[in-house]
T-cell receptor
Framework: NAGVTQTPKFQVLKTGQSMTLQCAQD?????MSWYRQDPGMGLRLIHY???????DQGEVPNGYNVSRSTTEDFPLRLLSAAPSQTSVYFC?????????????FGSGTRLTVV | SQKIEQNSEALNIQEGKTATLTCNYT??????LQWYRQDPGRGPVFLLL?????KEKRKERLKVTFDTTLKQSLFHITASQPADSATYLC????????????FGTGTRLLVSP
């Protein structure tokens, strides 16, 4: 049981490049989400999904796209990287939305945009 | 709009003492509140959830209280150990949708031997 797996762990991009951060969970969790964590800002929600085929925006969605074609995978796409997207990105999943189930987080992707 | 406040200053305590961390929130009445632990370079780890109709919840050396009148949660670690040193985050369901879990910025706890 691997939990939530994020790849890559580290990435350096040039401004304007695009890339996809991968996230997979093997717990059959209904809910998945992406957060970014910046010093002094805490974790901020980018996008989330309440099930396969259903996604919605969080607090800071601009510059990012998501899709959820399967229950297991929830990739985050950076369309045209900007230095402001330098951050640590965490994927999280939860058994079900509502009712208050704890989130399981991945180990994060540290992204630097130069 | 919803606001979550945790003390940004680190809390330094001696081993064996009880650590108490505070989470205050405004402009909202959440149905529950969660606490997480985060170690450097790692993702947060879920510790406890307390619902609005629960005053207190315990798990081993951890105790969480939830005062919906004061809009405050206290997180206690009894008999603290150096291994408890980490950043502790509180989180609430978003006021614009329970699917959007909103996190405080966390309080760093340092337990010295």
């Amino acid at each position: 049981n691997a939990g939530v797996t994020q790849t890559p762990k580290f990435q350096v991009l040039k401004t304007g490049q695009s890339m996809t951060l991968q996230c997979a969970q093997d717990m059959n969790h209904e809910y998945m989400s992406w957060y970014r964590q910046d010093p002094g800002m805490g974790l901020r929600l980018i996008h989330y999904s309440v099930g396969a085929g259903i996604t919605d925006q969080g607090e800071v969605p601009n510059g990012y796209n998501v899709s959820r074609s399967t229950t297991e995978d929830f990739p985050l796409r950076l369309l045209s990287a900007a230095p402001s997207q330098t951050s640590v990105y965490f994927c999280a999943s939860s058994y079900r939305t509502g009712g208050g189930y704890g989130y399981t987080f991945g180990s994060g992707t540290r992204l630097t945009v130069v | 709009s919803q606001k979550i406040e945790q003390n940004s200053e680190a809390l330094n305590i001696q081993e064996g003492k009880t650590a108490t961390l505070t989470c205050n929130y405004t402009n909202y009445s959440p149905a529950y509140l969660q606490w997480y632990r985060q170690d450097p370079g790692r993702g947060p780890v879920f510790l406890l959830l307390i619902r609005e109709n629960e005053k207190e919840k315990r798990k081993e050396r951890l105790k969480v209280t939830f005062d919906t009148t004061l809009k405050q949660s206290l997180f206690h670690i009894t008999a603290s150990q150096p291994a408890d040193s980490a950043t502790y985050l509180c989180a609430l369901p978003g006021d614009t949708g329970f699917q959007k879990l909103v996190f405080g910025t966390g309080t760093r706890l340092l337990v010295s031997p």
